[in-house]
Each structure stands twice: as C-alpha cells, then as structure tokens.
C-alpha cells in the first residue's frame, strides 16, 4: 500500500515539475493550462472552443497556451512560420482524422430539386455528431467497446453515391474523378471515392455557411445600405461581364467571410523536430499549434478597425489592401490551405 501511494506522490511530483518546467509554460496562459489539456477539451465537448479560445487572446495577447502541449496564435508572422514555412508548413494533427472520408464526387448532384440528392445532402450536413467523433478522437482505445449511440453517424447514402460515381466506366474530362483516376494518380479506386467525399464535405457546409452568413448580415436593418449598394451593382453589370468585375460583391463576399468565417476554429499543427521558435517563443517538437479565423480578423485593429462590425467598404478603401489580403485568414494560407478556394 505504502508503494503505492510513493509511486503516486512520486507521479505528480514528475507531473507537476514538467508542468512547470517545460517551455510551454512560459507561454502566456491560465495557470491550470500547465498542467491538464482537460479544459480546451471540455471546450471542445460544449463546443465552446473557438469562443474559449477567442477570449483568452483579448486577455492574454497574440500567444496563449491552452494545454501543456497546445498554444494558440493570432500575429501574421506566426501564420506564416505554421501554416506555410517550407511550402506546406507544419504537419495537420490527427483532429483531421475525424474527416476522414470514405469517398465522394459532386459532379452530379443536381441538388435540393431532386430528392435523392437532398437526401444525400442532409445526411452529410444536417447531424450533430462531432462530439462522438471527438470521443473517439480522444480515446481510441477505447472505442471498440462504446455502445452503438456513441458512434459517429455513418453515411451510407452518400457512401453508396460516391462509390457509384467513381466507378462508372465514363466519367467527363473536367471532373474530379478522371483526373484522379487517371494512371499517373496511382489511387485505387477507393481512394479516389474518398478523395471525393472530402470534397464534397469540405465544399458543402462552408460554402452553404459561408452564403447564410452573408444573407444575414446583409438582411439586418443597420446593413441596408450595404444591400443597396450590391443591388445597384449587380442591376448596373451587363450579364455577360466577368464576374472579377464585380467589385462591390467582392468586398461583401470577403467581409462576411472575415466576419463570420465558415471554418472559425483552430486549424491545428505539429511542431517539426527540432522545435521552433514562434512570436519570440520557443515550442517543442510535436507541440500542436494553431491560429484560428475568427480571431485572426479581429487581433489587428490597424488592419480591420471596429473588427466586429459588418462593413464591405473597407474592402474597397485605397490604403492597406495589401494588409488586409494578408490577414484574411477565411481559407488558411500555404500548402494545405483550401483547393476550394478559387
Ligand atoms: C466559403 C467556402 C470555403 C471555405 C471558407 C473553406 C475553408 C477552408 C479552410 C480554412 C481550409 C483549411 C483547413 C486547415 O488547414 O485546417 C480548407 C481546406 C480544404 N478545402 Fe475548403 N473552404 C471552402 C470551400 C471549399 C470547396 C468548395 C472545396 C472543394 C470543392 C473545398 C475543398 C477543400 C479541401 C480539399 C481542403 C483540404 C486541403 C488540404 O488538406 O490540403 N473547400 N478549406
């Protein structure tokens, strides 16, 4: 018994010293953040995370610490030490796992006319399934064992459409699908489904998100003047312009996505070997590292002044457009950043 309770002390004495000592811990942060990731991870569960997240940059600064081997970031530079140093940056964490797809094409979705296709529509959006996906994130273990409620949904509709798609004998020249099944690819077939899928995962919640957003902000009363000014601009374009000429829709388009990002959240990262240095800190190796939009638009008053508020016109003013393309972090940036993007 006695050994036991030495083997114990002894564990959080080496628990709480590392805690204290690591290079993480210097790291502006809450205290408890030293020592147990339990808080960011109940974040995580309550989907509190980005709010959480968003707060402790306006009370700690640029560098928070949000668990002993996690640290947030906001700066331009740090964006651009992890997410494109090297050409594609740091390493994604395995949280990318939880989108792991089977495989998908959106080539023939006709969309909500078409009930087959709103059915395989709502069961890739309309579900709340994150916090069993982070279950078995967070405990792989032990998910052979969790009763059939705390699986994640499954997706048979779409799996069954996507594996169709990609199997057929001719498929068009300008699709997904035949470039990626083309020799040199050197997919098989299952991958090249998969591949789909997270297209069509990544391509329908945020551009849907994305668009809701923007009807929102642009319905509000304070905002009219924003909606008469787009009306008048796309009233005014002969139809057969191109759309780059629409430069009123591109500042309205950018500033609901700087506003109301469709991926807010942290976009996390490993530290390569070695470690690094980032915003004058020094971050182990495999210590996850991030920056999130929603942030990110609103850290820099001199780049986005009253960061908060729905203005398209800033867009359009002739000082600093430099600055804010840089800070607009909607898509990521670097290598990994969105295909989707263009
Ligand atoms: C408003 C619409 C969209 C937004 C805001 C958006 C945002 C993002 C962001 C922030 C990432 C980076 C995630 C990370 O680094 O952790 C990403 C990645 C990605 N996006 Fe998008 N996306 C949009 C639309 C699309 C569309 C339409 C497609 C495809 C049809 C797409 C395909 C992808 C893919 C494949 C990746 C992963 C790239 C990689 O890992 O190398 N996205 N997107």
Known sequence: MLSLWVAAILLFG??????????????????????????????????????????LHQVYGPVVRLGPNEVSFTSLDAIREIYASGGSGYDKTEFYSLFKQLNTNPGGLKSLNVEKDFEIMEELTYHQSLQKSLLAYYLPSWEPYFPT???????????????????????????????LRRKESGLELLQVAAECKDHMAAGIDTTGDGLCFLMWEL????????????????????????????????????????CSPPIPMSLPRYVPA??????????????????????VHRSCDEVFPEPDRFYPDRWLEDEGPAERNRHFFAFATGGRGCTGKK
Not at 158 to 177: I, P, R
Not at 227 to 249: A, F, G, I
Not at 287 to 294: E, F, H, K, L, M
């Open 149 to 179: 409620f705390l699986h994640p949904r499954s997706a048979p509709k779409t799996n069954k459409f996507v594996l169709g798609m990609t199997a057929q004998s001719h498929v068009e020249e300008y699709t997904l699908v035949e470039k």
């Open 219 to 258: 319905s509000q009363p304070q905002n009219l003047e924003f909606q008469r000014k787009l009306q008048h601009e796309l009233r005014n374009t002969p139809p057969d312009s191109s759309l780059d000429s629409l430069v009123y829709l591109d500042a309205v388009i950018k500033e609901a996505l700087r």
């Open 14 to 55: 080496y628990y709480v010293a590392q805690g204290v000592t690591s290079p993480v811990s210097k790291v502006p942060g809450p205290w408890y953040t030293r020592f147990t990731s339990l808080w960011i991870k109940y974040q995580e569960f309550t989907a509190n995370r980005r709010e959480s997240v968003h707060r």
């Open 274 to 295: 070695g470690g690094r240095s980032i915003d004058g800190y020094f971050i182990p190796a495999h210590t996850i590292v991030s920056c999130q939009p929603y942030t």
